[in-house]
T-cell receptor, first 118, second 111 residues
């Protein structure tokens, strides 16, 4: 298993354009998370899937952001009409639901997609 | 205002020295995790602490969860250049799966 894979690693776009990122989680993991991280800050939660169901979405997330996980495997995050404030590292993480409960859940992160909006 | 405050924000010390970084909150957490992140990479989980007062050791790293489960510390003994990185703490409240993150401590170990 090669871990969580994210593509592309880097994306430069002009303001107003749409962008889409892909995340391939660890194959047996049923939970998938998207986070955003800016310089000097910890990751900020965006959304969370259990299998193909999107169970939670941050209230801070604009309607320009949408995420899917159509077959409960890979996921895509789309940002429409990008703004300069969207520039950040977008991180994907996956985990396996366990009997030990949320407290012992282990998240495995990908290397992220660094987005720069000009 | 950060729900989890990490201190110091930045620490630069010589190889071989000891150090402690802190993760503090006024809220109670059901568990707390420590991650290390290198530039251009995602965070990597180091440890999860669940029980108040719990101490876990990972080679030269010692993690402690406060008795009241509101704070945690990470102590590194005889730091090495390979310990350089951003150390992040993240906590879970109740059974909610949404982690709350601190802003991190950027650690640089000089040879």
């Amino acid at each position: 298993d090669t871990g969580v894979s994210q593509n592309p690693r880097h994306k430069i776009t002009k303001r107003g354009q749409n962008v889409t990122f892909r995340c391939d989680p660890i194959s047996e993991h049923n939970r998938l998370y998207w986070y955003r991280q800016t310089l000097g800050q910890g990751p900020e939660f965006l959304t969370y899937f259990q299998n193909e169901a999107q169970l939670e979405k941050s209230r801070l997330l604009s309607d320009r952001f949408s995420a899917e996980r159509p077959k409960g495997s890979f996921s895509t995050l789309e940002i429409q009409r990008t703004e300069q404030g969207d520039s950040a590292m977008y991180l994907c993480a996956s985990s396996l639901e366990g009997l030990a409960g949320a407290a012992n859940e282990k998240l495995f992160f990908g290397s992220g997609t660094q987005l720069s909006v000009l | 205002t950060q729900l989890l405050e990490q201190s110091p924000q930045f620490l630069s010390i010589q190889e071989g020295e000891n150090l402690t970084v802190y993760c503090n909150s006024s809220s109670v957490f059901s568990s707390l995790q420590w991650y290390r992140q290198e530039p251009g990479e995602g965070p990597v989980l180091l440890v999860t602490v669940v029980t108040g007062g719990e101490v876990k050791k990972l080679k030269r790293l010692t993690f402690q969860f406060g008795d009241a489960r509101k704070d945690s510390s990470l102590h590194i003994t005889a730091a090495q250049t390979g310990d350089t990185g951003l150390y992040l703490c993240a906590g879970l409240r109740g059974s909610n799966y949404q982690l709350i993150w601190g802003a991190g401590t950027k650690l640089i170990i000089k040879p």
